[in-house]
């Protein structure tokens, strides 16, 4: 079972598009992550939201409560952007559970100069 | 910034053996996690730990895996008998915990990651 579903898998972009990652999720959130893992394994957060809106940059987190949807737009592309984006979300968390992360597959962005 | 850490950065054993991949949270920080990404699959959570004792566990996380905070900085996990197929990358994570309304949520901070290959 898939509880958090990326599009695209792979996504190729020219320098200077404007690109935008989505993510859907079926179980109850109190927070969804955007992460960023570089080509050497690291990760990065990048966003974590629970409502609305946020930007940081050239990057723009959205989300959906009712429709369980969530994008990453990034404006202006650029090479560097080049990384894999991948979608987490916190469930609901009763008793003493502190947030452990349900992740998508990520979705892998190449910007080409 | 402070930043999580994690050593080594790349760990190779023989299948049958032990590991102990360590890790340092943020200093102020009071939840820690181990997660593990097998090459070409996706992050899977593997263990949460509050207070010196285990909050959640995965299904993954079975007898042949241990957490321990053996001080006040580090936070480790320890691999008992090794399988191939533990060969991934491991995560270590740490964050604080904030409240919006109701909901309680954690920015998680990441370490760089240790890749473990069992042969």
């Known amino acids: 079972k898939n509880e958090v579903e990326q599009s695209p898998q792979n996504l190729t972009a020219q320098e200077g598009e404007f690109i935008t990652i989505n993510c859907s999720y079926s179980?109850?959130?109190?927070?969804l992550h955007w992460l960023q893992q570089h080509p050497g394994g690291g990760i990065v957060s990048l966003f974590m939201?629970?409502?609305g809106k946020k930007k940081h940059g050239r990057l723009i987190a959205t989300i959906n409560i009712q429709e369980k949807h969530s994008s990453l737009h990034i404006t202006a592309s650029h090479p560097r952007d080049s990384a894999v984006y991948i979608c987490?979300?916190?469930?609901?968390?009763?008793?003493?559970?502190?947030?452990?992360?349900?992740f998508g597959k990520g979705t892998k962005l190449s910007v080409k100069p | 910034e402070p930043e999580v850490t994690q050593t080594p950065s790349h760990q190779v054993t023989q299948m049958g053996q032990e590991v102990i991949l360590r890790c340092v949270p943020i200093?102020?920080?009071?939840?820690f996690y181990w997660y593990r990404q097998i090459l070409g699959q996706k992050v899977e959570f593997l263990v949460s730990?509050?207070?010196?004792?285990?909050?959640?566990k995965s299904e993954i996380f079975d007898d042949q895996f241990s957490v321990e905070r053996p001080d006040g900085s580090n936070f480790t996990l320890k691999i008992r008998s090794t399988k191939l197929e533990d060969s991934a990358m491991y995560f270590c994570?740490?964050?604080?915990?904030?409240?919006?309304?109701?909901?309680?949520?954690?920015?998680?901070?990441f370490g760089p990651g240790t890749r473990l290959t069992v042969l």
């Open positions: 994570a740490s964050s604080e915990v904030r409240f919006t309304g109701l909901a309680r949520s954690n920015e998680q901070f």
């Open positions: 179980v109850g959130i109190s927070a």
């Open positions: 939201l629970s409502s």
């Open positions: 987490a979300v916190a469930s609901w968390n009763y008793g003493g559970s502190q947030g452990n992360l349900i």
């Open positions: 200093s102020n920080h009071l939840y």
């Open positions: 730990f509050y207070n010196n004792e285990i909050s959640e």
